[in-house]
């Protein structure tokens, strides 16, 4: 007789996983949080944020000098503009430094709050019992004593004045070292305060760049900035009221040795006003002294030179007669170039385009060249353009670009010195009339700046507890032995590398043991 039911001898059974359920979108957030505020994550930010300053400190950055973010566009006119539409001349105001630096706040505030609550409460509560087995413990060590067990704790406790001790019948437990979890914390916590510090400066505060030159006066409005970065919450018309004038600027050059052609020095005499109504005082501006004026800095990033040229037209009447900054080109010896735009002359316009050899030489292929960044042997030579310089055609142009495309090219002129001229075909005259000092400044005002200084001290002290302070606890039982005397056990745990806490839980049973001799043969002599 057959059957129909299957043979459960020879087919074996597959026990095949369930299939795990579909994650919601609530387990799909919970998940995301904590994988954003997971202390790998966190590293991970910061190594993000350090990887994406260094481009920061290898490019020009337009907060910081407008004129060198300039020369990078004139000497690599295919890349600078490749790099400028990925914000690396503004890396710190970028969208994706940006990016990385909220999701790191957001990653360091869900790692530390959490974190220092718990702390908090582990402060408040009692040390930990003390655990059956003392004998287990990284240190431990039994001794006898005739002394009381009641005496053998009260003895313990006053070795231990320093920790936090709880009784727990027979046995004490004690504990130190708290201060390293909270440097720990205060150091995290400082952190997430700096970025919260930096995050008000940016958004409460501003900064502007300005190119000014001996002689000339700087009112701190924003038409008198070459480059000006408000905060979201600055009211540019609300700015600091100060005014300055630069009287004078010097800067001295190493000339011998390996170090030559270094700048030793720069200093520029300034005289200044908080308000239009404040009087007048002096300040001596140097590198890494700024002016502190009315909750604002003012900064000497770098100097220039600036020729003078006097234009006068066919006729003989002065058109031009002014101080033109040039730019340096950054090769070591403060060549530079500028644009001189002459619009206010008839019947053509004129510009020009030069460069200015503060020591001029010439090289061993016969052209010329700076050897010195100090104004030695000064020496201009230009290019001269007649026709419409293209003011009016409602196109904002740059102060250091000349635009030819209506313009015809006149030729170049003689190396020119101080007191030269160059006269061109249509009569008109351009005279090379000296030169004077420029500096470069940048106005910068933060009002979280305290706090964040504040921040990194306190960051700098949790981080010395974290480094200095070892953590331990100790436990001693005292209790009566089967031959009446009582037994004294110690045990010790640290939570840090070395062998100094090791040391220190040995003279703890050294001393208590000491002590409970002492006492001993005092209880001796006195019965006797």
Same mark, same amino acid.
């Given at each position: 007789?057959?059957?129909?039911?299957p043979?459960t001898a020879?087919?074996?059974?597959r026990?095949?996983p369930a299939p795990?359920p579909?994650?919601?979108?609530?387990?799909?957030?919970?998940?995301?949080w &904590?994988v954003?505020?997971?202390?790998?994550t966190?590293l991970?930010l910061?190594?993000?944020?350090?990887?994406g300053?260094?481009?920061?400190?290898?490019?020009?950055?337009?907060g910081?000098?407008?004129?060198e973010?300039?020369?990078y566009?004139?000497?690599h006119?295919d890349?600078a503009?490749?790099?400028d539409?990925?914000?690396l001349?503004?890396?710190y105001s970028?969208?994706?430094?940006?990016?990385?630096y909220?999701?790191?706040f957001?990653?360091?505030?869900?790692?530390?709050?959490?974190?220092? =609550?718990a702390h908090?409460?582990?402060?408040?509560?009692?040390?930990p &019992?003390?655990?059956?087995?003392?004998?287990?413990?990284?240190?431990s060590?039994t001794?006898a004593?005739?002394? =009381?067990?009641?005496r053998a704790?009260?003895e313990?406790?006053?070795?231990l004045?320093g920790?936090?001790?709880?009784?727990y019948?027979?046995?004490l437990?004690?504990e130190?070292g708290y201060?390293?979890?909270?440097?720990?914390v205060?150091f995290?916590? *400082?952190?997430?305060?700096l970025?919260v *510090?930096l995050?008000?400066?940016?958004?409460?505060?501003? &900064?502007?760049?300005?190119?000014?030159?001996e002689?000339?006066?700087?009112?701190?409005?924003?038409?008198s900035?070459d480059?000006?970065?408000?905060?979201t919450? $600055?009211?540019? =018309?609300g700015i600091?009221p100060?005014?300055?004038?630069?009287d004078d600027?010097?800067?001295?050059?190493?000339d011998?040795?390996?170090?030559t052609?270094?700048?030793?020095?720069?200093r520029?005499?300034?005289?200044?006003?908080e308000?239009p109504?404040?009087e007048?005082?002096?300040?001596v501006l140097e590198v890494?002294?700024?002016?502190?004026v009315?909750?604002a800095?003012?900064y000497?990033?770098?100097?220039?030179?600036?020729p003078t040229?006097?234009?006068?037209?066919?006729?003989?009447r002065?058109v031009?007669?002014?101080?033109?900054?040039f730019l340096?080109?950054?090769d070591?010896n403060?060549?530079s170039?500028?644009?001189?735009?002459?619009?206010?002359?008839?019947p +053509?316009q004129?510009g020009?385009?030069? $460069?200015?050899?503060?020591?001029?030489?010439?090289?061993?292929s016969?052209?010329? $060249?700076?050897?010195f960044?100090?104004?030695?042997n000064?020496?201009?030579v230009l290019?001269g353009?007649?026709?419409?310089?293209?003011?009016?055609s409602?196109n904002? @142009?740059?102060?250091?670009?000349?635009?030819?495309d209506?313009m015809?090219?006149?030729g170049?002129?003689?190396?020119l010195?101080?007191?030269?001229?160059w006269?061109?075909?249509?009569g008109?005259?351009?005279?090379?009339?000296?030169h004077?000092d420029y500096v470069?400044?940048?106005?910068?005002s933060?009002?979280?700046?305290?706090y964040?200084?504040?921040s990194?001290?306190?960051?700098?002290?949790g981080l010395?507890c974290?480094?200095?302070?070892?953590?331990?606890? =100790?436990?001693v039982?005292?209790?009566?032995? +089967?031959?009446g005397?009582? $037994?004294?056990?110690?045990?010790?745990l640290?939570? *840090? +590398?070395?062998t100094?806490?090791? &040391?220190?839980?040995?003279?703890?049973?050294t @001393?208590l043991?000491?002590?409970l001799?002492r006492s001993?043969r005092?209880?001796?002599t006195?019965?006797?």
């Open positions: 007789m057959t059957s129909s039911q043979d020879t087919e074996p059974v026990n095949e795990a579909a994650l919601s979108p609530l387990g799909w957030a919970r998940w995301a &904590r954003l505020t997971s202390m790998r966190a991970i910061l190594f993000l944020l350090a990887l300053a260094i481009p920061g400190s290898l490019l020009p950055q337009r910081v000098s407008v004129e973010v300039r020369n566009h004139l000497e006119p890349l503009p490749v790099l539409r990925l914000y001349f503004d890396v970028s969208p994706w430094y940006s990016a990385i909220l999701l790191l957001v990653s360091l505030a869900g790692c530390v709050l959490p974190r220092a =609550a908090y409460r582990l402060l408040r509560a009692r040390p &019992r003390t655990p059956r087995r003392l004998d287990r413990m990284p240190y060590a001794f004593t005739d002394a =009381a067990p009641e704790l009260a313990a406790r006053s070795l004045g920790h936090r001790i709880a009784e019948g027979d046995s437990s004690a130190t201060l390293r979890e909270t440097g720990n205060v995290h916590l *400082s952190l997430l305060a970025l *510090s995050a008000c400066g940016s958004f409460l505060g501003y &900064r502007g760049n300005m190119l000014v030159t002689g000339d006066e700087f009112a701190n409005t924003l038409t900035y480059a000006f970065h408000p905060g919450a $600055v009211d540019p =018309a600091q100060f005014w300055m004038r630069l600027f010097e800067a001295s050059f190493v011998e040795g390996s170090m052609g270094q700048a030793a020095s720069y520029a005499d300034l005289t200044y006003r308000s109504d404040a007048e005082r002096s300040h890494n002294h700024p002016l502190q009315d909750g800095q003012v000497l990033l770098g100097h220039g030179y600036a040229f006097r234009v006068t037209d066919a006729d003989g002065v031009f007669d002014q101080a033109v900054p340096d080109r950054g070591g403060f060549t170039d500028g644009v001189v735009k002459v619009p206010d002359i008839a +053509e004129l020009f385009t030069g $460069v200015f050899l503060p020591s001029a030489t010439t090289d061993d016969g052209d010329l $060249v700076s050897d960044p100090d104004a030695r000064p020496v201009v290019r353009f007649v026709g419409d310089l293209g003011l009016d409602g904002p @142009q740059s102060v250091y670009q000349l635009y030819t209506r015809e090219e006149v170049d002129s003689p190396p010195s101080p007191g030269d001229s006269e061109l075909p249509n008109a005259t351009i005279e090379f009339t000296g004077r470069s400044l940048q106005v910068t933060d009002p979280a700046r305290p964040a200084l504040a990194a001290v306190a960051a700098v002290l010395l974290t480094l200095f302070v070892q953590p331990r606890r =100790a436990w039982r005292a209790r009566r032995g +089967e031959d005397r009582t $037994v004294v056990e110690i045990g010790g640290v939570k *840090s +590398e070395g100094a806490p090791l &040391r220190r839980f040995h003279e703890l049973a @001393q043991n000491q002590r001799r001993d005092q209880s001796g006195e019965k006797e």
